[in-house]
């Protein structure tokens, strides 16, 4: 029978053979019935099309364009395969919506924070602009592995400024596009790379339809003929069909399928929003409503908002939208956050705003706000209106006198403000009435201190005007707005006081948060007995809290100047989210019992005056006290927080210990004391923490961890960087079986690294740069699974032959050190793929290397005379050398002064073959690992990614190099037949004065015999080369991605460069943040064709 076959006669058990059946049917059913599937149909093969595009096994950023006509499933794809695939990827993030939220004031740089902030893990990232400009960001984004979709994009600036070039992302990322424009995608992604989303033929629609028609119920004999007629009508679009089929799911005899039909067809068949209409007209009236205020308005927001928004024009929010679910009108979304939103297909949105146009009852186009704003005429169908004022800006009109109030209908207003910075001469609105039905009212920068004195605002519900001028006083006493449920004033700087809200008893949410001038929280507060939430983040000048209400659970305190919380704070369980950091005032916490249960994190980071606390809420799972100047951690406030995960007191500069009792929390898996400048004792580890994993005493006082903490079973991370006063560590340091990581960098007075006494079989990081050590123990070799070992500037002399016995060993950085040689038995250690000697200044010969070495930087040794030639070892390796996508080899001499003649020469003869050996791996690996369609197809994965660069101090071009200029460019005319299979690439080389952040940008021009002529333009990133020079400096590289790049219009690769007779490339050097070409001069420059077949004459010249 077909399927796995056991015998005894392989070696393998029958546990083994139970485990592969196992894992091959958990893959079946993950690809088969995965949950994110339920309910799509037939869209297997196309997600596997998609991922086969994204080339999952490659370690480079890969871009898939996913190209189609609106509603033909682009966002439905992508979700799919977003969905199976995010959890592969270290963070993920799906934008949706990016055209129409880039179309908003600031919304492209509001997408490019969502972004960041969805990789990164981290909320409170704010950027400024449409640049990532910090450092640390752009660094953060290169070492995260993401998974991105952006949805819907239809302008190029949207790519520039959200995906930029492939290297602002992590090797392995993946970008998805979805767009109607396969133009706009030709500018990102390769033809190769784009998939094309058909309609789905007649099977699948029937099938599609059906499910939607009668749910988990099979059609009826009555009924095939008729939906067949429906799916032949529809065209296979499956948002058409999904809507279509819900439409007829009340139908349930055949005369009643038969006059649903018959209304189907009176209309054409191009024009699909009338199809969709149909559904529209089977709604009850309230959700007729809600339909079409979510078209016109609340498409992308939060469900939970907009059910609020419509519960205050007395709508059934959470039924009604569960209607139009059930429906197919509208879906919800997720983010990371777990926050629903409400999505809508484009043309389910064009069809409620025809609708809307028709109806005359919202108003969302900018100019139609303008004509009836100025029309004179009292108007009663207008329910509701969203006005841009920017857009009027834009088109140049003026609006001095906003006259709401002839729409007597009016619930709805939201006004988008002007630009801040104003066009010249502009007129603001200086005059507004507003009527009394308003229930919504939603003004960013709303420009006045009150309201209108002549609007009611008893029927009041929502008012949102955050970075308003409103200084406090927003009603008269004859205004009081007593069916008021949220506020938000948020970052209106002039309020100075609370607008008066004591006769608003059914007030739920305050948000005040950035109001900065604000001084009090009136005392009536605590007698709203309906608040839930109350935001007064970075109220600066706010000192004094009263006592809060009962049923509050959402309090933020952040950046406040408050001095104490009140004692009911303390005291009310229902209160889940407490936020009290930077709260510079704070001196203490309630003393009275805590009944707060269901806070798990509580963060008091940086409170700098507060010194000591009581009681901790029980449930706290994460605790931060960062920052803050506690002396001591007391036993009955630590204790009863037993189900502690993680306790943060980073920069507590007054903390000196921590009490024994800190190890009856059991669930603790990390510590962070880092920067507790006077953290002197370390406690004894009384007894065995079995889930602990991190420990940071990174700048403290430390002098030495207790021999106990051998207790610490599962320690992972032990961090004791920059512990000035660290002696010693106990023998039993090497007790910790699971220790990954130990770093002792910085530790000045570290003299001993004690004798490994047993096999470390998990430790791969070992960190003892800047310390007093002078040698490695000889029994360094029980460290089995070392990767890393960094003795940068430590006392080491020379290099002890153990050390090479690490047959893991793969990266050694011995940078600043005062060693004189390279031991012999450096060949032993097969997996060393890096080794650093930068600035090693007695360092006067590298004789030996093993042949896995890739990166060897050697910059700055400035007594280094002689290098001698690995050439008998790399041709020895020529035929087994195994490429691989991301595969890169560079050696750096630079800054090494005294290099010999014959140093240089082995340096160069060196460079030649390594050059070689990558060509012609890289060749193999085309020809034997992927069949020439799939090649090219995957192409993005090979791109500018795989190299061989080679840096040392000279002026002159190597010989080996037939083609030579002086300057920065050079035009070589190409011998007949010079493409090839037997090409392996160009060769490059130039001579220049460096600095060390300079990108060497290369344009190639090639001319064909017809007249043709294409650019491809590239760079090789020499920052990590040179560490700036004042002298020149030869560089010489490979790389693999030049003739990897479409030609447009050509049908092949081949066949266009086989009409190349000519190519001139021209070289300039890019430095600076954003690389732009700067006065470093390019003085020579050379190129070298590469074949396979001179590779035996090169062997031969080499030996």
């Not at 229902?574 to 798990?600: E, F, V």
């Not at 700036?1028 to 479409?1046: K, L, P, R």
Request: proline share 3%; aromatic share 8%; with cysteine.
């Amino acid at each position: 029978m077909s399927g796995f076959h056991y015998s005894s006669k392989t070696g393998r058990t029958e546990a083994d053979f139970v485990e592969d059946i196992v894992q091959d049917v958990l893959t079946k059913l993950n690809r088969e019935l995965s949950s994110d599937l339920r309910g799509l149909f037939r869209i297997q093969g196309k997600i596997e099309k998609i991922e086969s595009l994204l080339c999952l096994d490659s370690p480079c950023v890969c871009c898939v364009g996913i190209w189609g006509m609106g509603g033909i499933g682009k966002t439905t794809l992508a979700t799919a395969v977003f969905n199976r695939l995010a959890s592969k990827f270290e963070a993920y993030c799906f934008l949706a919506n990016v055209r129409e939220k880039s179309e908003q004031t600031g919304g492209l740089n509001q997408l490019l924070n969502e972004l960041v902030r969805e990789i990164l893990k981290d909320k409170d990232i704010n950027i400024g602009t449409l640049s990532i400009g910090p450092t640390s960001i752009r660094d953060r984004l290169m070492r995260t592995k993401a998974l991105i979709v952006l949805d819907d994009v239809n302008d190029p600036s949207q790519l520039e400024v959200l995906v930029g070039d492939d290297d602002r992302f992590c090797q392995g990322s993946r970008i998805i596009i979805t767009t109607r424009d396969k133009g706009l995608l030709q500018q990102k992604v390769d033809h190769e790379k784009i998939y094309n989303v058909e309609r789905l033929d007649s099977d699948e629609a029937l099938e599609l339809f059906h499910s939607h028609a009668f749910g988990n119920k099979s059609p009826t004999t009555d009924h095939p003929k008729l939906s067949r007629e429906v799916v032949d009508y529809i065209k296979g679009i499956p948002l058409a069909l999904k809507v279509m089929g819900s439409s007829f799911r009340r139908c349930k005899s055949k005369q009643e399928w038969e006059v649903q039909w018959k209304k189907v067809k009176q209309f054409p068949n191009e024009q699909i929003d009338q199809v969709l209409r149909i559904s529209y007209d089977g709604l009850g009236k309230n959700e007729k409503e809600i339909f079409l205020d979510i078209a016109c308005f609340h498409k992308g927001h939060e469900r939970k908002d907009v059910e609020r928004m419509l519960d205050s024009c007395d709508f059934f929010g959470e039924t009604g939208i569960n209607d139009l679910i059930d429906r197919s009108l509208i879906s919800i979304s997720k983010g990371r956050w777990s926050k629903e939103r409400i999505e809508m297909h484009d043309l389910v949105q064009e069809m409620g705003r025809a609708i809307a146009r028709e109806q005359r009852s919202r108003l969302f186009n900018d100019e139609d706000v303008y004509q009836v704003l100025t029309n004179n005429q009292r108007d009663g169908h207008v329910q509701a209106i969203s006005l841009d004022l920017y857009k009027i800006e834009k088109l140049h009109l003026e609006l001095e006198y906003a006259n709401f109030k002839k729409m007597y209908q009016l619930r709805f207003l939201c006004v988008r403000p002007y630009s801040l910075e104003g066009i010249q001469g502009r007129r603001n609105i200086v005059s507004l009435d507003l009527p009394n039905s308003l229930r919504c009212l939603e003004w960013r920068h709303y420009p006045w201190k009150s309201l209108p004195s002549k609007f009611s605002t008893q029927n009041l519900v929502v008012l949102d005007m955050w970075y308003s001028k409103v200084e406090g006083q927003l009603w008269n006493e004859d205004q009081s707005p007593v069916n008021l449920k949220r506020i938000n004033l948020s970052f209106s700087k002039h309020l100075i006081e609370v607008p008066n809200l004591s006769r608003s008893r059914k007030i739920e949410h305050i948000n005040l948060k950035g109001c900065r001038s604000l001084v009090e929280i009136p005392s009536y507060f605590q007698h709203l007995s309906k608040l839930t939430y109350l935001d007064l983040e970075e109220c600066a000048s706010l000192k004094n809290l009263p006592e809060m209400p009962c049923n509050l659970e959402f309090l933020n305190l952040p950046s406040t100047a408050i001095e104490e919380l009140p004692s009911s704070v303390w005291s009310h369980e229902k209160i889940s989210h407490l936020d009290i950091k930077y709260c510079r005032h704070l001196k203490s916490l309630p003393s009275n019992s805590c009944k707060l249960k269901l806070l798990s994190y509580l963060s008091l980071e940086d409170c700098k005056s507060l010194c000591e606390f009581w009681e901790l809420p029980s449930g706290t799972t994460m605790l931060d006290l960062s920052s803050t100047s506690i002396k001591e951690l007391r036993n009955t406030s630590i204790e009863s927080v037993v189900g502690l995960t993680a306790i943060k007191l980073i920069y507590c500069k007054s903390l000196v210990s921590l009490p024994t009792s800190i190890w009856k929390l059991k669930s603790l898996k990390s510590i962070d004391l880092s920067l507790c400048l006077n953290f002197q004792h370390f406690p004894d580890v009384s007894e065995a923490m079995e889930h602990l994993e991190f420990l940071n005493l990174s700048e403290t006082a430390v002098k030495e961890v207790p021999p106990s903490i051998g207790n610490l079973v599962a320690l992972r991370n032990l961090d004791l960087c920059g512990c000035s006063n660290f002696v010693s560590l106990p023998t039993n340091i090497w007790k910790l079986k699971y220790l990954e990581s130990l770093d002792l960098n910085g530790c000045c007075n570290f003299q001993h690294l004690p004798e490994i006494s047993e096999a470390m079989e998990h430790l791969e990081f070992l960190n003892l740069s800047c310390t007093a050590v002078k040698e490695v123990p000889p029994s360094i070799g029980n460290l089995v699974a070392l990767r890393k070992l960094h003795l940068v500037a430590c006392s080491i002399q020379e290099i002890p032959d153990d050390l090479f016995c690490l047959t893991s060993l793969q990266e050694l950085n011995m940078s600043k050190t005062k060693i004189k040689s390279i031991p012999a038995s450096v060949k032993q250690a097969a997996q060393l793929s890096c080794l650093c000697l930068n600035g090693c200044k007695s360092i006067e010969s590298i004789s030996e290397f093993p042949p896995s070495l890739q990166r060897l930087e050697a910059d700055g040794c400035s007594s280094l005379k002689t290098v001698s030639s690995t050439s008998t070892d790399i041709i020895q390796g020529l035929e087994e050398y195994r490429f691989y996508v991301g595969l890169y080899e560079y050696h750096i001499f630079s800054n090494c002064p005294k290099l010999d003649e014959n140093a240089r020469s082995n340096i160069m003869g060196d460079a030649q073959l390594r050059i070689m050996r990558m060509a012609t791996a890289s060749s193999k690996f085309k020809e034997d690992k992927i069949e020439e369609a799939s090649y090219y197809s995957n192409k993005e994965s090979l791109r500018n990614r795989s190299y061989v660069a080679i840096c040392y101090p000279g002026n002159e071009i190597p010989n080996w190099f037939n083609h030579k200029s002086e300057g920065c460019s050079i035009k070589i005319e190409l011998p007949r037949d010079w493409f090839c299979s037997d090409f392996l690439g160009f060769a490059l080389s130039l001579v220049a004065v460096t600095r060390y952040d300079m990108k060497v940008g290369c344009k190639y021009n090639f001319k064909t015999s017809n007249g043709e002529s294409h650019e491809v333009n590239h760079h090789l990133d020499t920052s990590y080369l040179v560490y700036g020079s004042e002298s020149h400096d030869v560089y010489v590289w490979w790389d693999n991605n030049v003739f990897e790049e479409v030609v447009e219009g050509a049908q092949s690769l081949a066949a266009f460069y086989k009409l190349v007779t000519e190519v001139n490339v021209d070289f300039t050097a890019l430095t600076g943040i954003f690389y732009k070409p700067e006065p470093v001069r390019v003085e020579k420059c050379g190129i070298c064709m590469l074949y396979g077949k001179d590779v035996e004459m090169i062997k031969q010249r080499a030996l």
